[in-house]
Nanobody, 115 residues
């Protein structure tokens, strides 16, 4: 069993920055792709960014140029640096990882962008 725990969410003003972290623990031998998703109230959960074990990345069009995903394989941790935050970035952000054909999810962390 793999456990994922997000941290770093909070309240920030428009134009501000936050850095989210997601640490994996438990029965880990090789994590493959890790990713961030988000879900705003009344909306579908959407993919934000993903990164392979080798470091290849992709991003949703809505966050390109503003967000950066990275990972530290030695620490089994994935990060999301969020800059130039907008009101529409407000959502619960979830960490995701796959290993040996199984997909694991964190419990989410709230990000609120408000003046």
């Amino acid at each position: 069993q793999v456990q994922l725990v997000e941290s770093g969410g909070g309240l920030v003003q428009p134009g501000g920055s936050l850095r989210l972290s997601c640490a994996a623990s438990g029965s880990i031998f090789r994590l493959n792709t890790m990713a961030w998703y988000r879900q705003a109230p009344g909306k579908q959960r959407e993919s934000v960014a993903a990164i392979t074990r080798g470091g290849s990345t992709n991003y949703a069009d809505s966050v390109k140029g503003r967000f950066t995903i990275s990972r530290d394989n030695a620490k089994n941790t994935v990060y999301l640096q969020m800059n130039s935050l907008k009101l529409e970035d407000t959502a619960v952000y979830y960490c995701n990882a796959d290993q040996s054909g199984r997909v694991y999810w964190g419990q989410g962390t709230q990000v609120t962008v408000s003046s």
